[in-house]
């Protein structure tokens, strides 16, 4: 649920606009964290310590990057935090959501793409390789005058980032609200995420899951390595942890009872699995986010 305190974004793309596309050079970030309901393709450029903030996701970003977040209610901001002050150059592009409609990403030559729109409902980072690959469409990109090019350009940068072997999603599954899923086997894996989400504050054995979608442990553990990229047990703990990091956001209960109320049989296990896939403490991080949070 969003928080209705959270910064929301005005941005200037209008209805008769595909997308719109802003470059900046400045020498410090100012924006607090905030959603909006337009799609963005975001590259910063000279902010080696600077912090990017993206869900329940809080890294620090090196000499470039290069993010897409295609989901409206999913918070994010880039924070100062070790990078000095020098001469950021940043290079935004939003675009509707709508922009690519379903039947026309259903097409065989769209289904990167539409795959890719669908990993970024939790944020992406791209990989150094992929950014150096699009960098000179979007530095063109920003100099050029026919808006049908440039229309095109974006979607062969589009193209190029979907088959980027090295993208990273960034929030937790439990931190967005994405839509379910249709077929089969994405039936099955909404039923095993219905369950976790329900149960994720007990104790929850393998061996009843795979019971619970009629298959046997080993082709469990195949289908959710198959559609999560992680095992069971990484899968159940990444979830527990985004509600962790909502409850450490939106509510005032103690870093224990939130540790405790998501499914951590203790404080000193909660606080060292935090840290070593959050890069951060529980109390760090709820300081550091609700300090970056502006109201309004």
């Not at 980072?125 to 979007?138: D, G, H, N, Q």
């Not at 994405?186 to 795979?210: F, G, P, W």
């Not at 909502?246 to 870093?255: F, K, M």
């Amino acid at each position: 649920m969003i928080n209705s305190e959270l910064f929301k974004e005005v941005s200037p793309l209008s209805s008769k606009d595909c997308f719109i596309l802003i470059e900046r050079q400045k020498s410090n970030f100012n924006f607090p964290i905030h959603i909006h309901p337009e799609c963005e393709l975001n590259y910063i450029e000279n902010a080696r310590g600077a912090q990017r903030i993206v869900g329940d996701s809080i890294e620090e970003i090196d000499e470039e990057e290069l993010v897409l977040i295609t989901n409206p209610r999913l918070e994010h901001a880039w924070m100062d935090h070790h990078n000095k002050p020098q001469s950021i150059h940043e290079i935004t592009i939003q675009f509707h959501p709508d922009l690519l409609e379903e039947n026309f990403l259903n097409k065989n030559q769209m289904i990167s793409i539409r795959q890719l729109f669908r990993s970024a409902e939790k944020g992406v980072v791209f990989s150094r390789e992929a950014i150096t690959k699009v960098r000179p469409l979007l530095k063109t990109l920003t100099c050029e005058n026919d808006s049908f090019y440039s229309l095109i350009k974006l979607l062969i940068i589009l193209h190029e980032l979907s088959v980027d072997k090295g993208m990273r999603e960034l929030s937790s599954r439990l931190f967005v609200n994405t839509p379910e899923q249709k077929g089969n086997n994405n039936h099955k894996l909404n039923k095993i995420v219905e369950y976790v989400n329900q149960h994720y504050a007990e104790t929850i054995r393998l061996s009843e899951v795979a019971e619970m979608v009629n298959m046997s442990e080993a082709s469990f553990c195949r289908f959710i390595k198959q559609h999560t990229s992680k095992s069971f047990i990484d899968f159940l703990t990444d979830f527990r942890l985004g509600a962790a990091a909502r409850a450490l956001i939106d509510s005032s209960e103690s870093i224990a009872e939130i540790g405790y109320n998501c499914g951590f049989n203790n404080l000193s296990n909660f606080n060292r699995i935090f840290k070593k896939k959050k890069g951060t403490t529980p109390t760090e991080f709820r300081d550091n986010y609700r300090k970056n949070k502006t109201i309004i």
